[in-house]
């Protein structure tokens, strides 16, 4: 897991992540523009999954895990926690579903807040749990996922 601002990890990611031209130009969008705004720009071969919703009490979202992907976590509106964990400390709650590469899991973890100008990218060997609200009301999350093959 790799948790830092946008501004920082375009300096280093074509070190973590060779032939990534087409991630950086996305990553320099995505410090700049708006959500709307990249829905309407072209980045090449880039997986861009556009998600908006209400964050929710911890208990009431699961980890989930990935095989065939890596998700780099992009919030451009509202707030929100993520938790994570080493995927071998957590409990499986539903089978591997290949159709859509998710599994989910029970168990503890550290949160992290991800907003405006911060990412995460998650491995499929991090289990994480998006979408945690912050305090007693909910926040309206848009966010971009980029799913990585891995």
Same mark, same amino acid.
């Given at each position: 897991?790799?948790?830092?601002?946008?501004?920082?990890? &375009?300096? #280093? *990611? %074509?070190?973590?992540?060779?032939?990534?031209?087409?991630?950086?130009?996305?990553?320099?969008?995505? /410090?700049?523009?708006?959500?709307?705004?990249?829905?309407?720009?072209?980045?090449?071969?880039?997986d861009l999954r556009f998600g908006e919703y209400a964050t929710k009490?911890?208990?009431?979202?699961?980890?989930?895990?990935?095989?065939?992907?890596?998700?780099?976590q992009i919030v451009f509106d509202?707030?929100?926690? &993520?938790? #994570? *964990? %080493?995927?071998?400390?957590?409990?499986?709650?539903?089978?591997?579903?290949?159709?859509?590469?998710? /599994?989910?899991?029970?168990?503890?973890?550290?949160?992290?807040?991800?907003?405006?100008?911060?990412?995460?990218?998650?491995?499929?060997?991090?289990?994480?749990?998006?979408?945690?609200?912050?305090?007693?009301?909910?926040?309206?999350?848009?966010?971009?996922?980029?799913?990585?093959?891995?």
């Open positions: 897991m790799i948790y830092d601002s946008i501004d920082n990890y &375009i300096k #280093y *990611a %074509p070190k973590v992540l060779p032939g990534s031209a087409e991630l950086i130009r996305f990553l320099e969008a995505a /410090a700049s523009r708006t959500y709307d705004e990249i829905k309407e720009m072209d980045f090449g071969g880039l009490p911890e208990e009431e979202v699961p980890f989930e895990a990935h095989r065939i992907f890596w998700d780099l509202g707030e929100e926690l &993520i938790g #994570y *964990a %080493p995927l071998g400390s957590l409990a499986i709650v539903s089978e591997y579903d290949s159709t859509n590469d998710i /599994a989910f899991y029970s168990g503890k973890g550290q949160m992290l807040k991800l907003e405006r100008g911060m990412m995460m990218l998650l491995s499929p060997s991090d289990g994480h749990r998006p979408g945690v609200r912050i305090g007693a009301a909910p926040s309206h999350i848009r966010k971009i996922v980029v799913k990585l093959p891995w």
